[in-house]
């Protein structure tokens, strides 16, 4: 039995009232400028009324709508054009029985920065097929089958059985299985099936899965038509599901579902669906679909932030002594030296006034209280629904089944895993900065050494020293950083045994999880280097971020003579601890580098001999 709170959350958080314009686009319908112009006769647009309905309604919903007519190629600026809207109804047929250009669309639209909703609109009388055309170009990755038997090294096999192989019938609940990677009861029974049928037939058990795959991966090529540029989009993850007249995938930044024009069975002027059945078809697919508390508060953040949370007037921005005195500050940062390199050298003072406008509205959407009171209600019911009650030293496999249902996510999970990605998000991110700062992660490109930034945020800009500060400003504009040498030679599974103990930081790199320990021998190891904070950070290599530094060794000269060389080394900007844990490491390594040594003498009491605590023991015996 469905929750009807719950489908009201989802419907509140990813439906018609999260939605704020609409985007139409089928190449029946008359464009604006045609509408105004008039309808260009040799381009006819039968579906001009439907037009009209569909603009109405949206209307009369308080969306504005924009309508949009491609049949001929489309260009970037147009898919830009289509990100800016929340909910896109989109026709498949974008010319004659032609689907690529629109499922071109939605796999650009899954990979926008900015989450949109599609209405697929079609004529088809086989909307499962359509789901499944659909489904499979968001996935992506259909190798054809003589590239998957040359690969596996199995031509022989293949040609010998290719006609039984391919006569074999593949169901839709196999094809749908595969698709989406859901291994329902029904996908796992096909499969068995038509696994002991190639057995029968005298292929080779071990082969079978491969030979599977291959025929699968073939039938869905020929979904698309002949258009292998769909079929061999790169591989990600969806999800999806076609039951009953519910059908839907979400991919990506992209949640689409699937409406006819037409109910089944009727001719080209009857059984047309009302377009008020639009909220209805997207409403029933959201709650298929279901996504988890953590989802729900998300999409609601984005609401709130869309909607009001930067409201001037909430953040007190409209007040223009409030403008003048950021717009001093940010002047003010950049006459102070806050610079960057060449024509980025007002990057660095712009950074920081972004980071306290940011500041403020995470401060503003942390507590807003209908964000509050709507995740705290879905809550209340998820825990009521999965039967959770916090207890003291529950144990981890109870914790973690429970929250396997509050994720929604019951499939087997590696338990090291999901806590090694836990512990990397709660510890630290990507660098996306203008310069290394306090808690940037370093790596050595020459000895692969990891190296972490433990100077204060403020000495690590690109400012010129006073004059009272002699050093630094004879060294302008290098300036020194403090490191910390992070250990790498535990595994991240015995990294995590330890986590809590606040001494580890967790990140990946090159796709790899990666542990790195700051005290491996109880306190600190510290090194200084040499930075030019006015160096441009270089990008290279698939976007790696790279920046020049000195590090001090010694020399020895001639005659034993030992001198100090300032050595170039390159790093490459491979993390960032967030702030609570970089302002904890900080503030360690300071504690570290400012320890008083105690002149305290301990004494350790002699070893008693055991000769003579024998001939003790046997005199009093004796006694």
Not at 137 to 162: F, K, P, Q, T, Y
Not at 215 to 228: D, H, L, N, P
Not at 529 to 557: H, M, T, W
Request: hydrophobic share 40%; glycine share 6%; charged share 25%.
């Amino acid at each position: 039995m469905r929750d009807e709170a719950y489908d009201a959350a989802i419907i509140k958080a990813f439906g018609y009232p999260s939605l704020r314009t609409a985007f139409v686009i089928d190449d029946q319908f008359p464009s604006y400028p045609e509408l105004i112009n008039g309808v260009d006769d040799s381009k006819p647009r039968v579906e001009i009324e439907r037009a009209g309905e569909l603009y109405a309604f949206f209307h009369s919903h308080k969306l504005p709508c924009d309508i949009a007519n491609w049949s001929e190629e489309f260009r970037e600026s147009d898919i830009e054009r289509i990100r800016k809207s929340d909910l896109i109804v989109l026709d498949y047929n974008l010319g004659v029985d032609d689907i690529e250009k629109s499922l071109d669309i939605m796999r650009k639209l899954s990979d926008s920065s900015h989450f949109n909703t599609v209405i697929v609109y079609t004529q088809s009388n086989d909307l499962n097929e359509v789901w499944q055309q659909i489904a499979a170009a968001m996935r992506g990755g259909w190798r054809s089958a003589n590239d998957i038997v040359i690969d596996e090294g199995i031509e022989d096999l293949w040609d010998e059985h290719v006609d039984t192989i391919l006569a074999e019938e593949i169901t839709t609940s196999l094809l749908d299985g595969v698709i989406t990677g859901r291994a329902t009861q029904a996908y796992k029974k096909a499969k068995g099936e038509l696994i002991g049928k190639f057995k029968e037939a005298g292929i080779d058990p071990g082969k079978c899965s491969t030979v599977l795959h291959a025929a699968v991966s073939e039938k869905i090529r020929q979904r698309f038509r002949g258009s292998t540029r769909l079929a061999e989009f790169e591989r990600r993850d969806i999800e999806g599901m076609c039951e009953g007249d519910v059908r839907w995938v979400q991919a990506g930044q992209c949640f689409i579902a699937i409406m006819g024009k037409r109910h089944g069975g009727a001719d080209e002027n009857q059984g047309r669906v009302a377009v008020s059945e639009i909220f209805t078809c997207l409403d029933e697919a959201l709650k298929s679909w279901c996504p988890n508390i953590l989802q729900i508060v998300l999409a609601e953040i984005q609401n709130v932030l869309e909607l009001h949370a930067l409201s001037t007037a909430r953040l007190h921005l409209n007040d223009k002594s409030m403008q003048l005195g950021l717009a001093y500050y940010l002047l003010w940062s950049m006459s102070e030296g806050v610079k960057g390199a060449g024509d980025n050298s007002a990057l660095p003072a712009l950074h920081l006034t972004i980071d306290k406008l940011v500041e403020t509205i995470r401060f503003r959407v942390a507590n807003d209280p209908d964000l509050i009171q709507s995740a705290s209600s879905v809550l209340t019911r998820e825990l009521g629904r999965i039967g959770w009650v916090a207890k003291d030293s529950e144990p981890l496999p109870h914790k973690f089944e429970a929250a396997m249902k509050l994720a929604r996510h019951e499939d087997g999970h590696d338990e090291q895993e999901v806590l090694l990605l836990l512990n990397e998000f709660l510890a630290s991110e990507p660098f996306r900065r203008q310069h290394p700062t306090t808690g940037t992660i370093l790596r050595d490109e020459e000895t692969g050494e990891f190296i972490m930034c433990a100077s204060p945020a403020c000495d690590m800009v690109s400012r010129r020293p006073n004059a009272s500060q002699k050093w630094l400003e004879a060294m302008h504009p290098l300036r020194p950083l403090v490191g910390v040498h992070l250990n790498d030679e535990e595994a991240p599974s015995k990294a995590l045994l330890k986590a809590e103990l606040g001494k580890y930081v967790f990140f990946s790199l090159d796709g790899r999880m990666t542990a790195l320990s700051m005290m491996p021998a109880q306190q600190p190891v510290t090194e200084f280097f040499f930075v030019n904070y006015e160096d441009e950070i270089i990008s290279e290599n698939g976007g790696n971020k790279f920046v020049g530094a000195f590090r001090l060794s010694q020399s020895i000269e001639q005659g034993g003579k030992i001198s100090g060389v300032l050595k170039p080394v390159r790093f490459r900007l491979v993390s960032q601890v967030r702030d609570a844990y970089a302002n904890r490491f900080l503030q360690m390594t300071g504690n570290h580098l400012s320890r008083i040594g105690v002149d305290f003498v301990s004494y350790t009491p002699p070893m008693p001999n055991p000769e003579g605590s024998r001939k003790k023991r046997n005199k009093n015996k004796n006694k």
